[in-house]
């Protein structure tokens, strides 16, 4: 019997370190099994995911909030030391990569890039495959031991449902793949300020809780035909400003440019050509926050958009998307120290800062040099119009010296009042910055308050819709001094916190992206209470004889404008929006501005 139990005690413990040794079954992807011409679909993403995280203790798949499409966002982390905890990885000291895929599921490179990346980081996988001639070969090595990677695998899940072999019908591939617009038909890529997306509200946790330091989200490029394989776009770097901005222009984005370079990759900016063609060169994509660098860039975070270019072959473009989260890897493992002492000084700064700059205009007499890897543009007849038409002649490529217009001024500054307050039933506002973790508190009882008022004076507003809205812009205001009465209950923001960028970029209605912009306020902009012309006729012109600086103000105004002077309607309107009938709310701002 003792020599049963002891072979079978011999016979166990072989058994568990066989387990041990054994390494599970290298998870290929259908990228690999198809030879670069397929993408997963959604589910395939997530099964693949979950094995990785099954199989590897560096891989830990969470859940996250909702989307549109009734499926929970996902967030893989790939930690050197099994460490998935944001708050402890942050105590370590290391260095967080966010990186978003699928955006535009039309657009899967980062899908697919992303998960040989996670793989080739997450022991045992981190270990040259069996040699097959009909899979790619992949480079292996470890994570930085200060780099943790925080992977979105697929940001659009109702776009990346809704699959097609016709979508995106000028794209080299892959075979089949998902629609642009998300379970709403919303663009993701401009819902990072309105949130109209469950995904937008499930990102901004995301964001704020890994906290990046460098974020890039990967997409595929439309426009012009080049030689180049990959494009970039930067935070616009006067935009992101003080040394963030300094850093990022002449440190950051120059080595990444080298490290590509060394890979056989000429990195190019993303072409934004004035023109058919970027002969002459062309501007920075100035990514406002609707975007998610512009986003990003609010909260202090070096922002990257990849953008692989639509007409190169799909193995080709995946292959330079994982080479680029590379070389953004070895940078900021080389450069963490930098990285973090920049960004703490910068989100200390943001809270003392005075003047924050909220709208920009492109300066032309500064630009970089950039060598432009071109083809030839030409023009022949059509064959479906019979009219002159663009075309690029491939046997004629060029290699070409051209300028950059990389630097922007600010056209609008704002100074920072001490704190803002907003009236609780502007709670869809309200949300969205509790959504972004802003520092507020309610008054807790009724109060009357001296702040500065906002008049919306003028704006325009655009004809056709913009991802559910119509865009206010060019927007002037006149500014007062009132006591307002404030109820119990009302939000008071301070702005010595490190939300005070976003709260500018999103609170000032002439900010490029502000809430007024995108019509959380268009309330104000109509009048809830009226008059009959009729009977109104004899009351105003009672109120003129006992005002006569209003009577003042109407004759001015008539002997100014033409047409005004023949508008009995009109003059009758300008009296009644100078009287004290007018209703306070009409054209008032409601985000009032505590000095």
Excluded at 48 to 61: I, R, T
Excluded at 445 to 453: A, Y
Excluded at 467 to 495: A, C, L, R, W
Aim: glycine share 4%.
């Amino acid at each position: 019997m003792r020599k049963l139990l002891s072979c079978i005690c011999l016979l166990f413990i072989h058994f568990l370190s066989a387990q041990k040794t054994t390494v599970p079954k290298y998870p290929l992807t259908l990228f690999e099994k198809s030879m670069g011409k397929q993408t997963p679909t959604y589910f395939e993403i997530i099964d693949w995911w979950k094995d990785l995280d099954k199989k590897s203790d560096y891989v830990k798949m969470l859940t996250m909030g909702m989307t549109d499409a009734g499926y929970p966002l996902n967030l893989v982390i790939v930690s050197p030391d099994k460490d998935f905890n944001f708050e402890s990885i942050r105590k370590k000291n290391k260095r967080v990569i966010l990186i978003n895929n699928g955006i535009h599921p039309g657009e899967p490179d980062g899908i697919d890039a992303s998960m040989l990346l996670a793989r080739e980081f997450a022991p045992p996988f981190n270990v040259v495959p069996e040699k097959n001639s009909k899979q790619p070969t992949w480079i292996n090595q470890y994570l930085p031991s200060n780099v943790v990677l925080a992977i979105i695998p697929v940001y659009n899940i109702g776009g990346c449902l809704n699959r097609s072999a016709d979508y995106r019908v000028d794209q080299n591939g892959p075979e089949e793949f998902g629609f642009r617009g998300n379970s709403q038909n919303l663009d993701l890529n401009r819902d990072f300020i309105k949130c109209d997306s469950k995904e937008a509200k499930a990102f901004a946790e995301i964001f704020h809780l890994t906290d990046p330091d460098v974020f890039l989200d990967n997409h595929v490029s439309d426009g012009a035909d080049y030689q180049h394989v990959m494009t970039l776009i930067c935070t616009q770097h006067s935009k992101l400003g003080g040394v963030l901005g300094e850093y990022l222009n002449k440190t950051f984005e120059p080595d990444l440019y080298a490290s590509m370079k060394e890979k056989g990759y000429d990195l190019i900016p993303y072409v934004n050509a004035f023109g058919d063609t970027p002969d002459s060169g062309w501007p920075e994509f100035f990514e406002s926050p609707r975007y998610s660098s512009g986003y990003a860039a609010l909260w202090h975070t070096f922002s990257f958009i990849s953008e692989t270019h639509m007409l190169k072959p799909y193995d080709q473009r995946v292959k330079s998307t994982y080479e680029l989260m590379k070389s953004f890897i070895d940078f900021t493992a080389k450069n963490s120290e930098t990285i973090k002492k920049l960004r703490d000084q910068t989100k200390q700064t943001v809270k003392t800062q005075a003047e924050f700059p909220i709208a920009w205009t492109l300066d032309r007499s500064q630009s970089s040099k950039r060598i432009y890897k071109g083809y030839t543009a030409a023009y022949k007849p059509s064959d479906v119009s019979g009219q002159r038409r663009l075309y690029y002649d491939r046997s004629k490529p060029y290699e070409k010296e051209v300028p950059f217009y990389n630097f922007y001024q600010p056209s609008i500054n704002i100074q920072k009042p001490k704190a803002y307050i907003i009236p609780q039933g502007w709670w869809t506002v309200i949300d969205l910055l509790k959504a972004n973790k802003v520092q507020m508190t309610q008054l807790k009882k009724d109060s009357t308050i001296e702040v500065e008022v906002y008049r919306i004076d003028d704006y325009k507003t655009a004809a056709r819709q913009n991802e559910m809205h119509h865009i206010n812009s060019d927007v002037k205001t006149s500014v007062t001094i009132k006591q307002v009465k404030f109820k119990k209950g009302d939000y008071y923001i301070p702005m010595n916190q490190l939300a005070n960028r976003f709260l500018i970029e999103t609170l000032e209605p002439a900010a490029t992206d502000s809430y007024f912009a995108w019509n959380f306020f268009d309330a104000i902009l109509g009048q809830k209470e009226g008059y009959s012309g009729y009977a109104f006729e004899d009351i105003a012109a009672e109120y003129l004889k006992n005002n006569p600086d209003v009577k003042a103000k109407l004759d001015q105004r008539v002997a100014a404008d033409t047409a005004f002077a023949k508008n009995g309607r009109a003059q009758l309107n300008f009296v009644y929006e100078n009287s004290t009938w007018i209703e306070p709310d009409y054209l008032r701002y409601p985000v009032y501005r505590v000095k």
